[in-house]
């Protein structure tokens, strides 16, 4: 989803083609008098997520009545499923690294010349990101063609199907899938948006191969409350005869995974640790993405892009394996210097990123699960302390922290009590309080109040957690927005309405690419700026960034303006 907003009626009062009451677009001739801001408009017409979610929970009992519309609303786009065979599929799923795992499948089959598809969710600045070619988001241009060329054929053809339109992930599924045979890729890597059996990236047919990288608990209200539950919607994916590999799990889910592929009929290995792929010619293998958890996601990676190459390349037309069904051991093989190469040269923003600007060290995890969390602050905790060891000068920690959903925010940050942070900063993922049309970042389901009030929450839990005594409930101090500016207690602890004000706190002007001119917040109380002194005196300050892959999107926003335009 993108991030969440309190100005969703702002963007659609400015956007020009709903000003002019054509967003619905009568007719495919005038497609392309529409810019991409009005596509990124109009399909946030279609952002419909949580009532979308609470759908699928009234309906649990027929959740394959959800992925059969998919199949509906694919026709109606003029798409086939017989055409998605011609993509060349690779689908994952997993709870935690499928992203990470995508990214690195992706690059290696790049590495080899192929053009490559890649969809993914959710984005950190544009919509445009879910959908590469190449490694590179689709540009503007192609965006807006494409999406008109879809949406148009979906309204044409909604009063004869009961008014209905795919919600907004459904959409933007479709759309990759019409953008990857537009572009004639020669491989489609996909990854699931949630679970499995019954996510609408499933009506996949014939993929080549299918990945699963580790399994936690998330989305419980869907997806079900136990391993067990979810290792069976993971293990939807699998496919008759196609071969699946899965990285290591613990033992329930993995006999629940076994389960399904045996019933199935797929062919489903264990991936080896990374250790155990031995290279001839460069040593151990390097990866570019950091922390110790990348090394499952990069063996998966190898195993994927090794049994689609060989599929490509060989003579037969299959991938070769060691067992026809059940569960077997992937044999490490001698990664070739193009998928070395891959996995160096992999890049995936927004997990176990830094960025570094003069005293100010960016540390940027979108984790918002208990394992993910485990998995930053193993790796915060390793990366910080080298940058502290040739550090010149004292160091201040600062946590910038939100998360949403079902997401047990309390033990996040319990999680996160040994990094000895000294200040705790909570935001909502709204990237600035200004009246701006940013539709890429709109989220028309949370209201302001509740997403404010969460935050409170975290500060509360985080004051619990140090053994604090709770205190009077904090002081909202409104301003001529209407929107809180910062909630204030007398402690490290500080919440904030926006992400940018958050930012511009925490910096304390420190960094140039935030006291941009055009950027302009709310002012705070002097009482709140004066607890800034600690920071004002610190020779550098250490930011993690994390909880919310949205709130990591946000920030990026501002960090990067590059990635904005």
Same mark, same amino acid.
């Given at each position: ?41 109009? *399909? ?52 935690? !690294? ?55 054929? *979906? ?25 990857? $045979? ?66 290591? +799990? ?6 629940? #995974? ?20 031995? /290279? ?22 190898? +195993? ?13 037309? &299959? ?7 059940? #569960? ?26 830094? *960025? ?21 602050? /193993? ?13 010149? !000068? ?5 946590? *910038? ?11 996040? $940050?319990?999680?996160? %009590? ?61 301003? /001529? ?12 602890? $500080? &919440? ?12 304390? !002007?420190?960094?140039?690419? %935030? ?18 002194? $600690? #920071? ?12 919310? #892959? ?16």
């Amino acid at each position: 989803q993108p991030f969440a907003s309190g100005h969703a009626a702002v963007c659609v009062s400015v956007c020009p083609a709903k000003r002019a009451g054509l967003c619905c677009v009568p007719g495919q001739a005038s497609y392309h008098f529409y810019s991409l801001q009005d596509a990124v408009c109009t *399909l946030n017409t279609l952002q419909t997520n949580a009532s979308a979610l609470e759908q699928v929970r009234r309906e649990r009992g027929h959740p394959e009545v959800q992925l059969q519309a998919m199949f509906g609303f694919l026709k109606r786009a003029g798409l086939t499923v017989e055409e998605l065979d011609h993509l060349n599929i690779i689908h994952v799923t997993g709870t935690k !690294g499928k992203g990470s795992t995508c990214a690195f499948t992706e690059q290696i089959l790049r590495s080899y010349g192929f053009r490559t598809g890649f969809y993914s969710s959710p984005h950190l600045v544009q919509v445009r990101e879910r959908i590469r070619v190449d490694g590179h988001p689709i540009g503007r241009d192609l965006f807006a063609k494409y999406f008109w060329e879809v949406y148009g054929r *979906l309204d044409q053809t909604k009063d004869t199907h009961g008014g209905t339109m795919p919600a907004y992930f459904r959409f933007l599924t479709i759309l990759a899938f019409h953008v990857f $045979l537009q572009e004639k890729v020669d491989v489609a890597v996909i990854e699931v948006g949630l679970g499995g059996a019954y996510d609408c990236t499933n009506i996949i047919r014939k993929p080549w191969v299918c990945g699963i990288s580790s399994l936690g608990i998330d989305h419980t209200s869907i997806l079900g409350d136990t391993l067990e539950k979810i290792a069976w919607q993971k293990g939807g994916i699998f496919k008759p005869g196609v071969p699946a590999f899965t990285v290591k +799990q613990q033992e329930a889910p993995m006999t629940v #995974l076994q389960e399904r592929a045996k019933d199935i009929g797929c062919p489903l290995s264990v991936c080896p640790e990374l250790d155990q792929y031995q /290279s001839s010619v460069s040593g151990p293998v390097r990866l570019g993405l950091a922390g110790l958890h990348q090394r499952s996601n990069a063996s998966l990676a190898l +195993q994927l892009a090794h049994c689609w190459l060989q599929r490509r390349c060989s003579a037969g037309g &299959v991938c070769a394996r060691a067992c026809s069904g059940g #569960l077997c051991a992937a044999p490490a093989f001698e990664p070739s210097p193009r998928m070395l190469r891959g996995l160096a040269e992999t890049e995936w923003q927004g997990r176990n990123q830094c *960025l570094t600007r003069s005293s100010i060290t960016y540390f940027l995890d979108g984790a918002h699960t208990t394992r993910s969390m485990q998995a930053c602050v /193993s790796w915060f905790s390793e990366a910080a302390a080298q940058r502290e060891a040739s550090a010149t !000068g004292s160091v201040v920690r600062v946590l *910038l922290f939100n998360a949403t959903g079902e997401r047990d925010c309390v033990a996040m $940050l319990k999680l996160l %009590l040994p990094c000895h942070f000294d200040f705790a900063v909570f935001c909502p993922n709204i990237t600035e309080t200004i009246a701006a049309c940013n539709a890429d970042q709109q989220n028309f389901n949370v209201s302001v109040e509740n997403m404010l009030t969460r935050c409170l929450d975290n500060q509360r839990s985080w004051r619990v957690l140090h053994g604090q005594e709770e205190e009077p409930a904090a002081e909202l101090l409104i301003g /001529s927005g209407g929107l809180p500016l910062v909630a204030e207690r007398r402690s490290a602890t $500080l &919440v904030f309405p926006c992400i940018l004000s958050a930012l511009q706190w925490i910096t304390q !002007g420190r960094d140039s690419v %935030l006291s941009d001119p055009s950027k302009h917040v709310a002012p705070v109380k002097a009482s709140v700026a004066a607890k800034g002194a $600690l #920071l004002q005196e610190a020779a550098n300050i250490h930011v993690l960034i994390t909880g919310s #892959l949205h709130l990591v999107g946000g920030a990026l926003k501002h960090l990067e303006p590059s990635l904005a335009s």
